[in-house]
């Protein structure tokens, strides 16, 4: 059974597929066979929900993707449909708390990474196997250049610009180019597009050459990654090469807070680098952790 009824053009195809993968664990956290199950119970699927055991921004998040479904269905009760929507009040306010707070918890500043340490651990990975290529193929691609979301699992690799999706074209000379479509917020920055650094294409140049494939990161299949897929694979990279599983988000924060520093950037510069990370400043500011 489809979990929106009614149209879902205004939503990114990379936003619907976070949006389904989060209801998914959400009715996995209520204990529910299916996503409409756990949206029907209501104020109590809200109650199992918050007894999960999950983080106040995991839960908001999957509120978000409840609340997509709500305005796209009349399949809820007008019960149900409020005590989802006072829940979602009352986990914003929570999150909007703990950002006014501003404070590193210690789960996270476990995850946290010195991004000039990271670049000198990718410059110095010497790629014998197929595992040390793609291991410094992610590392580059999150730390050489203002890291992204999770919407690098599935990128092509192209000579010429595909008409499509993700990729990165690579012309037998010259500078690679990254353009994005499909990820998060493309409903409100559009098409991406960022020439990579010299270093960065030399090694994929020499990555794909020792091991051909059509996508930049793969599995063991040497099919693309999902974002989920893909966020693993960070997580296991910098677990193995640093010792600490940084995950997407925790190496954007750790990038914001020591490269985004108001009164040392400019104004100009800031927006830059938030419209390079796919956001606009006042996420950037959220972003920033202090005490780094």
Avoid at 7 to 21: E, P, Q
Avoid at 170 to 192: I, M
Avoid at 242 to 271: D, W
């Amino acid at each position: 059974m489809a979990i929106f009824d009614r149209d879902t053009t205004a939503l990114s195809a990379c936003t619907l597929a976070t949006y389904r993968s989060r209801l998914s664990r959400l009715a996995a956290a209520v204990g529910t066979p299916t996503v409409r199950a756990a949206i029907s119970r209501g104020k109590a699927g809200y109650a199992a929900l918050q007894k999960a055991g999950l983080s106040v921004v995991t839960r908001k998040n999957m509120l978000v993707a409840v609340s997509a479904v709500l305005s796209r269905s009349d399949a809820y009760s007008a019960a149900a449909a409020a005590a989802w929507k006072s829940g979602l009040r009352s986990l914003c306010q929570l999150a909007a708390a703990a950002e006014d707070d501003n404070r590193v918890s210690p789960a996270m500043r476990k995850k946290l990474i010195d991004v000039a340490e990271a670049r000198r651990v990718a410059a110095d990975i010497v790629p014998r196997t197929r595992r040390d290529s793609l291991d410094k193929l992610l590392m580059r691609m999150t730390v050489d250049i203002p890291p992204k979301r999770a919407d690098l699992g599935d990128l092509r690799v192209a000579a010429r610009e595909t008409p499509s999706g993700n990729c990165i074209v690579l012309p037998r000379s010259g500078a690679a180019t990254l353009v994005l479509r499909d990820y998060k917020t493309a409903k409100a920055f559009g098409e991406f597009r960022e020439t990579l650094p010299d270093e960065l294409t030399r090694d994929l140049r020499d990555s794909l050459r020792d091991y051909p494939r059509e996508h930049v990161f793969v599995g063991r299949d040497n099919g693309p990654l999902s974002a989920a897929a893909f966020g693993e694979a960070v997580k296991a990279t910098f677990r193995r090469r640093m010792g600490v599983a940084a995950g997407v988000n925790s190496i954007r924060h750790a990038y914001i807070s020591q490269f985004c520093v108001p009164g040392v950037q400019t104004t100009a510069e800031l927006k830059r680098i938030a419209a390079s990370m796919n956001h606009g400043v006042a996420m950037q500011t959220r972003y920033h952790l202090v005490g780094l």
